[in-house]
Nanobody, 121 residues
Framework: VQLQASGGGLVQPGGSLRLSCVAS????????IGWFRQAPGNEREWISC????????YYAGSVQGRFFLSRDNTKNTVFLQMNGLKPEDTAVYYC???????????????WGRGTLVTVSS
């Protein structure tokens, strides 16, 4: 099983990025997919999750209204559209897959390597 996150980069405050998470070895419809981020010196922070079966998406308060998660099951890919980026959004972003439902704790079954997002002028 592999999860490959990509799409990170350097963006100015107020800008947008779209992260992708491509899964291989699992079929995404059967999994909840979560996004976490970790800034230097901080713990890994949950930011969003889309459930596999219920089709429900959850967001942390810090990104609600700015970040939007979607999935393309035909491509086994989940996307995280990030708008209105702030310097405090700077972190390594990870996608993770969980056979069970969404969780805000980093106890997922599979993890990608992460992609760095830097928000700076």
């Amino acid at each position: 099983v592999q999860l490959q996150a990509s799409g990170g980069g350097l963006v100015q405050p107020g800008g947008s990025l779209r992260l992708s998470c491509v899964a291989s070895g699992i079929s995404l419809p059967g999994y909840a997919i979560g996004w976490f981020r970790q800034a230097p010196g901080n713990e890994r922070e949950w930011i969003s999750c889309t459930s596999g079966s219920e089709g429900v998406t959850y967001y942390a308060g810090s990104v609600q209204g700015r970040f939007f998660l979607s999935r393309d099951n035909t491509k086994n890919t989940v996307f995280l559209q990030m708008n209105g980026l702030k310097p405090e959004d700077t972190a390594v972003y990870y996608c993770a897959a969980n056979l069970m439902t969404c969780s805000q704790t980093p106890t997922y079954d599979y993890w990608g390597r992460g992609t760095l997002v830097t928000v700076s002028s």
